[in-house]
């Protein structure tokens, strides 16, 4: 079992910057890939980004490639989300997950433990 516990989360103006942080606890956090998720009001679950157990690979999405930037600190057992250019449409809850696996994946379904969200509002 891990446990993941968001934070970092709140309103910032278009154009601004906010990082997430994903603390875990529980087993070695370093055999776990991580992901970022968020969901819209009305909308599905999407991809954000995601890293591999080693910190070595990241993937993004295409609507955040370029100003997102996903990094962690195994010492730390931490996940970051470094996000800037911020746009409204990047309101959302943001959540981060983990992979007991080395590699990472964009499907939530493979994901097996999530933090509870945290909120960023992006006012345009």
């Known amino acids: 079992q891990v446990q993941l516990v968001e934070s970092g989360g709140g309103l910032v103006q278009a154009g601004g910057s906010l990082r997430l942080s994903c603390a875990a606890s529980?087993?070695?956090?370093?055999?776990?890939?991580m992901g970022w998720f968020r969901q819209a009001p009305g909308k599905e679950r999407e991809f954000v980004g995601s890293?591999?157990?080693?910190?070595?690979?990241?993937y993004y999405a295409g609507s955040v490639k370029g100003r997102f930037t996903i990094s962690r600190d195994n010492a730390e057992n931490t996940v970051y989300l470094q996000m800037n250019s911020l746009k409204p449409e990047d309101t959302a809850v943001y959540y981060c997950?983990?992979?007991?696996?080395?590699?990472?994946?964009?499907?939530?379904?493979?994901?097996?433990?999530w933090g509870q969200g945290t909120q960023v509002t992006v006012s345009s």
């Open positions: 997950a983990a992979r007991q696996s080395r590699f990472t994946a964009s499907s939530p379904d493979v994901y097996g433990y």
């Open positions: 529980g087993r070695v956090f370093s055999v776990y890939a």
């Open positions: 890293i591999t157990w080693s910190g070595g690979s990241t």
